[in-house]
Protein backbone atom coordinates (compact mmCIF):
# COMPACT_ATOMS: atom_id res chain seq x y z
CA UNK A 1 0.00 0.00 0.00
CA UNK A 2 1.13 3.86 -1.03
CA UNK A 3 1.11 6.41 1.15
CA UNK A 4 0.97 9.65 0.37
CA UNK A 5 1.31 13.13 1.52
CA UNK A 6 0.69 15.43 -1.19
CA UNK A 7 -1.95 16.18 -3.44
CA UNK A 8 0.31 16.17 -6.72
CA UNK A 9 1.57 13.15 -5.99
CA UNK A 10 -2.70 12.03 -5.02
CA UNK A 11 -3.29 12.91 -8.89
CA UNK A 12 -0.76 10.69 -10.51
CA UNK A 13 -1.56 7.72 -8.98
CA UNK A 14 -5.81 8.56 -9.60
CA UNK A 15 -4.80 9.63 -13.24
CA UNK A 16 -2.96 5.84 -13.65
CA UNK A 17 -5.90 3.92 -12.21
CA UNK A 18 -8.14 6.28 -14.89
CA UNK A 19 -6.08 5.28 -17.51
CA UNK A 20 -6.39 1.51 -16.63
CA UNK A 21 -10.22 1.68 -16.41
CA UNK A 22 -10.46 1.42 -12.99
CA UNK A 23 -12.87 2.44 -10.34
CA UNK A 24 -11.68 4.22 -7.22
CA UNK A 25 -13.38 4.03 -4.07
CA UNK A 26 -12.74 6.99 -1.01
CA UNK A 27 -13.31 6.43 2.82
CA UNK A 28 -12.70 9.86 4.08
CA UNK A 29 -11.51 9.72 7.51
CA UNK A 30 -10.00 11.74 10.67
CA UNK A 31 -7.41 8.26 11.40
CA UNK A 32 -7.37 6.51 14.64
CA UNK A 33 -9.04 3.63 12.76
CA UNK A 34 -10.83 1.11 14.76
CA UNK A 35 -13.35 -1.74 13.21
CA UNK A 36 -16.16 0.52 11.80
CA UNK A 37 -13.55 2.22 9.60
CA UNK A 38 -12.44 -0.97 8.63
CA UNK A 39 -15.84 -1.96 7.43
CA UNK A 40 -16.13 1.04 5.57
CA UNK A 41 -13.25 -0.44 3.66
CA UNK A 42 -14.28 -3.79 3.30
CA UNK A 43 -17.54 -2.15 1.36
CA UNK A 44 -15.37 0.00 -0.45
CA UNK A 45 -13.81 -2.37 -1.69
CA UNK A 46 -17.03 -4.14 -3.15
CA UNK A 47 -17.61 -1.06 -4.75
CA UNK A 48 -14.54 -0.04 -6.98
CA UNK A 49 -11.40 -1.16 -8.16
CA UNK A 50 -8.95 0.90 -6.26
CA UNK A 51 -9.76 1.69 -2.37
CA UNK A 52 -8.14 5.07 -1.18
CA UNK A 53 -8.64 6.20 2.67
CA UNK A 54 -7.41 9.54 3.29
CA UNK A 55 -6.32 10.44 6.66
CA UNK A 56 -6.90 14.32 7.95
CA UNK A 57 -7.86 15.69 11.31
CA UNK A 58 -9.66 18.40 9.71
CA UNK A 59 -9.12 21.80 12.19
CA UNK A 60 -12.50 23.46 9.90
CA UNK A 61 -15.08 21.01 11.65
CA UNK A 62 -13.74 21.36 15.34
CA UNK A 63 -15.03 24.52 17.14
CA UNK A 64 -13.28 26.10 20.12
CA UNK A 65 -12.73 24.16 23.09
CA UNK A 66 -13.72 20.70 20.60
CA UNK A 67 -11.18 18.17 21.26
CA UNK A 68 -8.82 19.10 17.96
CA UNK A 69 -5.78 19.05 19.37
CA UNK A 70 -6.00 15.69 21.99
CA UNK A 71 -8.09 14.50 18.92
CA UNK A 72 -5.98 10.83 18.50
CA UNK A 73 -3.23 10.76 15.56
CA UNK A 74 -1.89 7.24 14.92
CA UNK A 75 -0.74 7.14 11.40
CA UNK A 76 1.69 4.63 11.61
CA UNK A 77 -0.70 2.04 13.50
CA UNK A 78 -3.39 3.38 11.18
CA UNK A 79 -1.46 2.38 8.31
CA UNK A 80 -0.53 -0.81 9.27
CA UNK A 81 -4.22 -1.77 9.91
CA UNK A 82 -5.29 -0.34 6.17
CA UNK A 83 -2.27 -2.40 5.04
CA UNK A 84 -4.27 -5.68 6.45
CA UNK A 85 -7.50 -4.37 5.53
CA UNK A 86 -6.25 -4.65 1.97
CA UNK A 87 -6.58 -0.34 0.94
CA UNK A 88 -4.47 0.42 -2.11
CA UNK A 89 -3.50 4.03 -0.96
CA UNK A 90 -3.40 6.31 2.59
CA UNK A 91 -3.50 9.92 1.68
CA UNK A 92 -2.43 11.85 4.39
CA UNK A 93 -2.11 15.13 3.41
CA UNK A 94 -0.59 17.75 5.70
CA UNK A 95 -2.47 20.70 6.75
CA UNK A 96 -0.87 23.52 4.07
CA UNK A 97 -1.50 20.61 1.25
CA UNK A 98 -5.24 20.59 2.57
CA UNK A 99 -5.39 24.58 3.04
CA UNK A 100 -2.02 26.42 1.73
CA UNK A 101 -3.77 29.47 2.77
CA UNK A 102 -4.48 28.73 6.19
CA UNK A 103 -7.84 26.89 7.10
CA UNK A 104 -9.25 30.45 8.79
CA UNK A 105 -10.01 32.37 5.45
CA UNK A 106 -10.50 29.24 3.48
CA UNK A 107 -13.14 29.25 0.73
CA UNK A 108 -16.87 27.14 2.44
CA UNK A 109 -18.81 24.94 1.44
CA UNK A 110 -22.24 25.17 3.00
CA UNK A 111 -25.44 23.67 2.95
CA UNK A 112 -28.28 25.15 4.94
CA UNK A 113 -31.42 24.09 6.77
CA UNK A 114 -30.48 20.17 7.44
CA UNK A 115 -27.27 21.39 8.83
CA UNK A 116 -28.51 23.55 11.52
CA UNK A 117 -30.57 21.49 13.82
CA UNK A 118 -29.50 18.46 16.02
CA UNK A 119 -25.41 18.25 15.77
CA UNK A 120 -25.81 21.80 13.53
CA UNK A 121 -27.55 23.05 16.23
CA UNK A 122 -25.28 22.02 19.26
CA UNK A 123 -21.61 22.13 17.23
CA UNK A 124 -22.09 25.89 14.86
CA UNK A 125 -20.13 25.65 12.11
CA UNK A 126 -19.40 21.84 12.42
CA UNK A 127 -21.15 20.51 9.31
CA UNK A 128 -19.59 23.67 7.15
CA UNK A 129 -16.25 22.44 8.27
CA UNK A 130 -17.17 18.72 7.11
CA UNK A 131 -18.72 19.84 3.61
CA UNK A 132 -15.84 22.01 2.96
CA UNK A 133 -13.42 19.22 3.76
CA UNK A 134 -15.43 16.46 1.71
CA UNK A 135 -15.68 18.82 -1.25
CA UNK A 136 -12.00 19.52 -1.20
CA UNK A 137 -11.42 15.55 -0.86
CA UNK A 138 -13.63 14.74 -4.08
CA UNK A 139 -11.90 17.39 -5.90
CA UNK A 140 -8.57 16.15 -4.70
CA UNK A 141 -9.33 12.47 -5.12
CA UNK A 142 -12.38 12.17 -7.92
CA UNK A 143 -13.83 9.34 -6.84
CA UNK A 144 -16.48 7.23 -8.28
CA UNK A 145 -17.66 6.03 -4.77
CA UNK A 146 -16.91 7.60 -0.84
CA UNK A 147 -18.31 5.38 1.60
CA UNK A 148 -18.93 7.74 5.24
CA UNK A 149 -20.39 5.65 8.31
CA UNK A 150 -24.93 5.75 9.59
CA UNK A 151 -23.37 6.26 12.84
CA UNK A 152 -22.90 10.42 11.76
CA UNK A 153 -26.46 9.62 10.23
CA UNK A 154 -26.81 13.13 10.04
CA UNK A 155 -23.41 13.53 8.07
CA UNK A 156 -24.54 11.44 6.07
CA UNK A 157 -27.61 13.21 5.05
CA UNK A 158 -25.51 16.53 4.85
CA UNK A 159 -23.06 14.97 2.47
CA UNK A 160 -25.92 13.29 0.53
CA UNK A 161 -27.31 16.85 0.09
CA UNK A 162 -24.13 18.88 -0.80
CA UNK A 163 -23.65 15.98 -3.65
CA UNK A 164 -27.08 16.48 -5.27
CA UNK A 165 -26.71 20.33 -5.68
CA UNK A 166 -23.59 19.84 -6.67
CA UNK A 167 -24.42 17.60 -8.92
CA UNK A 168 -21.00 16.17 -7.90
CA UNK A 169 -20.31 12.76 -9.90
CA UNK A 170 -19.75 10.83 -7.14
CA UNK A 171 -21.92 7.67 -5.78
CA UNK A 172 -22.31 8.06 -1.59
CA UNK A 173 -22.53 4.90 0.22
CA UNK A 174 -23.73 4.34 3.74
CA UNK A 175 -22.93 1.58 5.86
CA UNK A 176 -23.93 0.39 9.01
CA UNK A 177 -22.59 1.16 12.89
CA UNK A 178 -19.86 -0.90 13.94
CA UNK A 179 -20.88 -1.61 17.88
CA UNK A 180 -18.90 -3.11 20.63
CA UNK A 181 -20.50 -6.47 21.72
CA UNK A 182 -22.78 -4.75 24.47
CA UNK A 183 -23.73 -2.46 21.92
CA UNK A 184 -22.00 0.68 21.99
CA UNK A 185 -21.34 2.40 19.08
CA UNK A 186 -17.38 2.53 18.17
CA UNK A 187 -15.69 5.65 18.03
CA UNK A 188 -12.77 7.18 18.31
CA UNK A 189 -13.75 9.48 21.08
CA UNK A 190 -14.46 6.30 23.48
CA UNK A 191 -10.97 5.86 24.67
CA UNK A 192 -11.68 9.14 26.09
CA UNK A 193 -13.64 7.20 28.55
CA UNK A 194 -12.82 6.40 31.84
CA UNK A 195 -13.60 2.62 32.85
CA UNK A 196 -16.45 4.03 34.89
CA UNK A 197 -17.75 5.82 32.22
CA UNK A 198 -17.21 3.24 29.59
CA UNK A 199 -19.33 1.14 31.60
CA UNK A 200 -22.22 3.35 31.73
CA UNK A 201 -22.01 3.58 27.78
CA UNK A 202 -23.67 1.47 26.63
CA UNK A 203 -26.69 2.95 28.43
CA UNK A 204 -27.05 5.44 25.15
CA UNK A 205 -27.94 2.78 23.06
CA UNK A 206 -30.42 1.18 25.40
CA UNK A 207 -32.98 3.97 25.25
CA UNK A 208 -32.70 4.26 21.64
CA UNK A 209 -33.78 0.52 21.93
CA UNK A 210 -36.34 1.48 24.31
CA UNK A 211 -37.11 4.68 22.02
CA UNK A 212 -37.61 1.98 18.74
CA UNK A 213 -40.10 -0.78 21.00
CA UNK A 214 -42.37 2.17 21.98
CA UNK A 215 -42.41 2.81 17.95
CA UNK A 216 -42.57 -0.19 17.02
CA UNK A 217 -45.52 -0.92 19.66
CA UNK A 218 -48.05 1.93 18.32
CA UNK A 219 -46.75 4.88 20.54
CA UNK A 220 -46.84 8.19 18.25
CA UNK A 221 -46.84 10.53 20.96
CA UNK A 222 -43.60 11.42 19.47
CA UNK A 223 -42.60 14.64 22.18
CA UNK A 224 -43.35 12.58 25.06
CA UNK A 225 -41.12 10.05 24.31
CA UNK A 226 -38.45 11.93 23.67
CA UNK A 227 -38.87 13.67 27.16
CA UNK A 228 -39.02 10.04 28.48
CA UNK A 229 -36.08 9.24 26.92
CA UNK A 230 -34.14 12.02 27.95
CA UNK A 231 -34.81 11.27 31.93
CA UNK A 232 -34.00 7.93 31.04
CA UNK A 233 -30.60 9.13 30.14
CA UNK A 234 -29.74 11.64 32.75
CA UNK A 235 -30.92 8.85 35.29
CA UNK A 236 -28.12 7.07 33.26
CA UNK A 237 -25.57 9.26 34.21
CA UNK A 238 -25.37 11.48 31.08
CA UNK A 239 -25.80 14.82 30.64
CA UNK A 240 -28.25 14.58 26.96
CA UNK A 241 -28.04 17.18 24.46
CA UNK A 242 -30.52 16.11 22.40
CA UNK A 243 -33.00 12.85 21.86
CA UNK A 244 -35.07 13.74 18.69
CA UNK A 245 -37.33 11.06 16.95
CA UNK A 246 -37.24 12.36 13.11
CA UNK A 247 -38.22 10.80 9.56
CA UNK A 248 -35.61 8.95 7.37
CA UNK A 249 -34.95 12.81 6.02
CA UNK A 250 -34.39 13.89 9.33
CA UNK A 251 -37.77 15.77 8.98
CA UNK A 252 -40.22 15.76 11.72
CA UNK A 253 -42.58 12.91 11.71
CA UNK A 254 -45.91 12.36 11.06
CA UNK A 255 -48.67 10.23 13.05
CA UNK A 256 -48.85 8.26 10.27
CA UNK A 257 -45.21 7.45 9.80
CA UNK A 258 -43.88 4.02 9.15
CA UNK A 259 -40.14 4.95 9.50
CA UNK A 260 -38.21 6.92 11.98
CA UNK A 261 -34.39 7.80 12.97
CA UNK A 262 -33.89 8.05 16.72
CA UNK A 263 -30.91 10.27 17.14
CA UNK A 264 -29.17 11.45 20.42
CA UNK A 265 -26.13 13.25 21.18
CA UNK A 266 -24.96 13.17 25.59
CA UNK A 267 -22.18 14.19 27.36
CA UNK A 268 -20.39 11.59 29.61
CA UNK A 269 -17.96 12.02 32.28
CA UNK A 270 -16.60 14.84 29.91
CA UNK A 271 -16.65 13.04 26.53
CA UNK A 272 -19.25 13.62 23.89
CA UNK A 273 -21.05 10.83 22.62
CA UNK A 274 -23.80 10.50 19.59
CA UNK A 275 -25.85 7.63 18.43
CA UNK A 276 -28.91 6.74 16.48
CA UNK A 277 -31.32 3.85 15.74
CA UNK A 278 -33.62 3.47 12.14
CA UNK A 279 -36.75 1.90 13.08
CA UNK A 280 -39.46 0.80 10.43
CA UNK A 281 -42.84 -0.91 10.99
CA UNK A 282 -44.43 -2.87 8.54
CA UNK A 283 -45.32 -1.02 5.38
CA UNK A 284 -48.39 -3.66 4.60
O1 LIG B 1 -16.57 11.38 9.82
C1 LIG B 1 -15.41 11.83 9.82
O2 LIG B 1 -14.45 11.18 10.24
C2 LIG B 1 -15.15 13.24 9.30
O3 LIG B 1 -16.21 14.08 9.59
C3 LIG B 1 -14.82 13.26 7.79
C4 LIG B 1 -16.00 12.78 6.96
C5 LIG B 1 -13.61 12.40 7.51
C6 LIG B 1 -14.50 14.70 7.36
O4 LIG B 1 -13.40 15.20 8.05
Keep these: MEVIHAVSALRAQVNQWRRQH ?13 EGHLQLVDVARQQADRVLVSVFVNPLQFGPGEDFDRYPRTLAADTEALIMAGADLLYAPTL ?50 ACFGQKDYQQLAVVRRMVADQQMPVTIVG ?34 DRVAAQLRGGRRDYPAIE ?38 AAVLDGTRLIDNLEVAVDMG
Excluded at 183 to 197: H, T
Aim: net charge neutral; hydrophobic share 45%.
Design 175 to 208: VPTCRAEDGLALSSRNQYLSPQARARAPGLKQVL
Design 22 to 34: QRVALVPTMGNLH
Design 227 to 264: TEALAALVEGGFAPQYLAIRGPDLETPAVAARAWVVLV
Design 96 to 145: REMYPRGAAPVTQVCVPEITETLEGAHRPGHFDGVTTVVSLLFHQVQPDV
